[in-house]
């Protein structure tokens, strides 16, 4: 099931839903980045987290794929000026 984003103002459903997964995505590679610092990673464990890390960024790439235009066109939108 999809979630969407919690704000406060009202986005898009669209562009709700990809910062939501956005946002998923960063909060599992920062997770990863954190897991690289332990100190008594095997060689193994190592491994397992970079590829884990790699596919993670090719999900970063995915998720923000077209997002700056969804944000352009809310920014620009005339319905939105007020905000």
Avoid: C
């Avoid at 103002?9 to 990863?32: F, H, Q």
């Avoid at 190592?46 to 960024?57: A, C, Q, R, V």
């Amino acid at each position: 099931m999809r979630r969407e984003l919690e704000v406060k103002i009202n986005l898009p459903e669209t562009l709700s839903i990809l910062l939501a997964e956005l946002e998923d995505e960063l909060e599992n590679t920062l997770g990863l980045i954190n897991q690289l610092k332990s100190e008594s990673l095997s060689e193994e464990q190592l491994n397992t987290i970079l590829i884990e890390l790699g596919t993670s960024i090719s999900h970063l790439h995915t998720h923000t794929e077209g997002l700056e235009e969804l944000i352009d066109k809310f920014l620009f939108d005339e319905e939105n000026t007020s905000l």
